[in-house]
């Protein structure tokens, strides 16, 4: 009795998908997962995207960015000294040295900081070039 009609059923759904899996080629049923895949990565990331902005409370895209800007490396930071990565006096050395760095290249063209950083910080590790 129900052992026959189990087996049936199981033969039944094999026979099936068999039918659904021969009628089409391999190949667009994979072209087919990877349009849809596709289109639910996108549509996620812009669903989050969107929560993101939304909750954030932000009016544009600049603002969200700046805010952004200031935010992720408060909380690098924090997330840094919880996991003991920093010390706070490491901290407190590494803000005064891009303290200073922000007042020396205040008002300086993207060149002029780059010649800045070189000298500075470059060229005492690498050598001038004049040792050959």
Known sequence: ?????????????A????????????AILAARALIVGSM??????????????????CNSIEELIHNCK????????EMEEKIGLTSSSNANESSLILSQD?????????????????KKYILPVIGDGDDE
């Open 1 to 13: 009795g129900t052992a026959s009609a189990t087996s049936a059923a199981t033969e039944s759904a």
């Open 15 to 26: 026979i099936a998908a068999a039918s659904v899996a021969n009628s089409t080629p391999p």
């Open 40 to 57: 639910l990565s996108v549509g996620g990331v812009g669903l989050i995207s969107a929560a993101l902005f939304y909750a954030s409370g």
């Open 70 to 77: 200031e935010w992720t490396p408060k909380k690098r930071r």
């Open 102 to 118: 922000v007042k020396a290249t205040n008002g300086m063209t993207e060149d002029e900081e780059l010649d800045y950083i070189q």
